[in-house]
């Protein structure tokens, strides 16, 4: 038995109590955990995507440019 002293009287906690505490602690951090997975991978799409955009205007940057010169529109932004 493991025994807290306190100023009060004595509390001892027998292993499994202790046991339960920490299996009940450790599912409640698992079920916490599964709320940001669909957030998680929402970022991860939102990153890809963000990426993609920027490796194609690195890419074809100033085909578009030109093109929007050409066609009088690259004044407008």
């Known amino acids: 038995m493991i025994s807290v002293k306190s100023q009060g009287p004595e ?7 202790l ?10 951090d698992f079920a916490r955990s599964q709320k940001w997975l ?5 970022m991860l ?4 995507f963000t990426l993609a955009v920027f490796l194609g205007w ?3 940057g100033s085909d578009i440019f030109l093109s929007l010169i050409e066609t009088g529109l690259a004044y407008c932004f």
């Open 19 to 28: 046991n339960e505490l920490r299996y009940h602690g450790v599912m409640s």
């Open 58 to 60: 690195m890419h074809y």
């Open 45 to 48: 799409a939102g990153t890809l």
């Open 11 to 17: 509390f001892k906690f027998s292993r499994f109590f």
């Open 38 to 42: 669909p957030l998680t991978a929402l």
